[in-house]
C-alpha cells in the first residue's frame, strides 16, 4: 500500500516532499512510510517526527485520526499536520513550523 501512495501523491504531498527530501531540513524523511499497521505522509526516524498532510477526508475520519494519533503518540511519535490548502498557499509558514520541530 505505501508503494501505491506514493505514485499517487496530492499535489501538496509532492510539493512538500520537494522540501523535505535529501536533508533539505537537516533529517531524513521518507515519505509514505509503514509504522506497524499506519502508513505515516513523511516520517523522521531519527527524531520521530511525522509530519501528516489532510485534505478532505480527514474531515469525514476524524474518530480515525484520533485513534491513530494517540496509538502514534504511545510509541513517542511526535504529529504535526498540515491541510493541503496550508501547503499550497503558505509553503514558506510549513516550513517554519517543521524546522521549529526540527531544532
Known sequence: ?????????????????????????????????????????????????????DGSPHKENKDYDKLRTEYLNSKEIKIIRFWNSEIENNLEEVIRKIKNEID
Open 1 to 53: 500500500k505505501a508503494r501505491y501512495l506514493r505514485h499517487e501523491e496530492t499535489k501538496a504531498g509532492k510539493t512538500l516532499w520537494k522540501e523535505l527530501r535529501n536533508r533539505k531540513l537537516r533529517v531524513k524523511f521518507r515519505r509514505q512510510h509503514p509504522v506497524e499497521k499506519f502508513i505515516l505522509d513523511f516520517y523522521a526516524p531519527e527524531i520521530n517526527l511525522a509530519i501528516e498532510l
